[in-house]
Each structure stands twice: as structure tokens, then as C-alpha cells.
């Protein structure tokens, strides 16, 4: 599982380089991204440009790392690939977490806030 | 007249994680899911994975089993069956599938399962099961070409 990370003052970037998210990897999406945002940023961009698929393993894993960071900190997506962004719409996490059409617009959203 | 040799396919894997992803893989890259559209294909590879990996983790319960996938193509849509040889499902029915409460909850209670058929029963339509001879058989219709 791999995952790129990008820092600034106050936004943890994590940057999905993988082009799934499965029931196969769930379980070390979610370590990884424990590991990852061990940091004291307050918010934490979820970046899903690269990923193709998602199954609903990978959502719970989605889920999991939201929770893990706790109510203080603020956990948002960008670029959501059509099947990705399908499973999100079906099952309503849509209306859970904020989805931002691009990385950048996550920024430029995390810069204005 | 037959039908053409392929609009077809049919596969036998053993049901664990890694190959369920290898099986998908090669599902999606033959006739007759690898004709379709990009978004159908998406749908399909999704409810697939959803069905497969739920023999794989249920009625395998962390084990694994030879499951059978047999796919057709039919007008508007793709004709599904997956049989496997596991545990049968509790109570003999296939679970509702209904999500639990979102709206307004706090992060905390957010639920992190339960949306696996949910997202089955969204996109297939003729959802059947049945318990016969020690086989689970699942049978479905997925509607496609609805969007592009």
C-alpha cells in the first residue's frame, strides 16, 4: 500500500498511489494511514485521484481512519474516480464526508477556512 | 440458434481475498464484461467484488472454497450466478442490505460495515438465493447501460 504525503502549516495531505482499495488491502490502508497521520495536523486531505475502485472493505476502511482521528480534526476527500464516487453516493458517505473535485480545490478550501 | 461462444464466460476460483482480486481482474478483461462501457464496467467489477468476497469472509468464515462465477450477457444487462459450497446464510435469507442512520451523527458512531449489500441490492435487480445439495446459489440480474 502505498501513500504519498505532502505537509503544510496545517494540512496533511495523503496521497493514494495504489488503484484500489479492496477487501485485499483494506486492512493495511487503514495501518498506513494510522501510521501517517500520527502528525498534530488539524486537517487531513484524502486525495483519490489514482483510484479506480473501492469496495465497501475499503469504505469501512475510509470510515475507520476518520475515526481513529477523532472530532478535533477535520478529514476531507478530493478527486473521486466515477466508481469511487458511486460507492460514496450509494451509500450516502457523501453526505458524511466533504468531497473536493481536486486536490488543489481541497487546498484552496483549507487556505480560505 | 445457439448463443454466441462469447457472451458468456464462466470461472472457478478459490474464494480468499487476494483471489477474489485476481479473478475480478480477469472477469473484467474478457467477454462479455470487457465489451461493456467504463461506468457498466465499474458497476459490475463492484457488485462482483461485493458477492465474491462475501463467500470469501462469510460463508468461508476465514477459510477458503472453490466459488463458480457464470456470467451472460442478456439484453440491458449482465445474468449472474455464484455458487459456492460454504456456510449456508444465516437463516437461509440474504441480509437486507439496510444502512444505518447517517444524517448528523458524530464521527464516532459512524457505522464501518454493513454496506456491502446495500451497495448489492442498489445495483442488481431479481436477487435470488437458494440453499440446495450443500450449495449457497446466488442468482442476479445487473442492469447496465443506463449511464455512460
Redesign the interface.
Known amino acids: 500500500m502505498q501513500l504519498t504525503t505532502q505537509t503544510r502549516p496545517k494540512v496533511l495531505s495523503v496521497l493514494v498511489m495504489e488503484d484500489r482499495i479492496d477487501a485485499a488491502s483494506a486492512i493495511q490502508f487503514k495501518e498506513r494511514m494510522r501510521d501517517l497521520t500520527g502528525t498534530a495536523h488539524p486537517r487531513v486531505v484524502l486525495d483519490l485521484a489514482r483510484v479506480k475502485f473501492l469496495d465497501s472493505s475499503g469504505l469501512g476502511a475510509i470510515v475507520a481512519v476518520r475515526k481513529l482521528l477523532g472530532p478535533d480534526r477535520v478529514m476531507e476527500l478530493s478527486s473521486l474516480t466515477p466508481t469511487v464516487e458511486k460507492v460514496f453516493r450509494l451509500t450516502r458517505m457523501d453526505s458524511i464526508f466533504t468531497i473536493h473535485p481536486s486536490h488543489e480545490a481541497a487546498l484552496a478550501n483549507a487556505a480560505a477556512t | 440458434m445457439p448463443p454466441r461462444p462469447d457472451a458468456a464466460q464462466q470461472l472457478v476460483f478459490t474464494a480468499d ?2 483471489s ?2 485476481a479473478a475480478l481482474v480477469r472477469l473484467l478483461s474478457e467477454a462479455p464484461v470487457h465489451d461493456l462501457g ?2 457498466d464496467r ?2 459490475v ?2 457488485v462482483l ?2 458477492v465474491l ?1 462475501n463467500v ?2 462469510h460463508a468461508y468464515a476465514g477459510g477458503s472454497g472453490p466459488v463458480e462465477v457464470g456470467l451472460s450477457a442478456i439484453p440491458n444487462g449482465l445474468a449472474c450466478r455464484i455458487i459456492d459450497r460454504g456456510l449456508a446464510m444465516p437463516e437461509g435469507a440474504l441480509p437486507e442490505g439496510r ?1 444505518s442512520a ?2 448528523t451523527v ?3 458512531d ?4 454493513g ?2 449489500w ?2 448489492i441490492r ?2 442488481t435487480a431479481d436477487l435470488c438465493y437458494a440453499r440446495k445439495a450443500g450449495q449457497n446459489r446466488l442468482s442476479f440480474v445487473i442492469p447496465l447501460g443506463g449511464q455512460t
Open positions: 481475498p487476494s477474489v482480486r467504463e461506468d465499474g458497476t467489477e463492484l467484488a461485493e468476497n470469501a469472509e444502512l447517517t444524517g458524530p464521527p464516532d459512524l457505522p464501518e460495515g454496506f456491502g446495500h451497495l442498489s445495483l
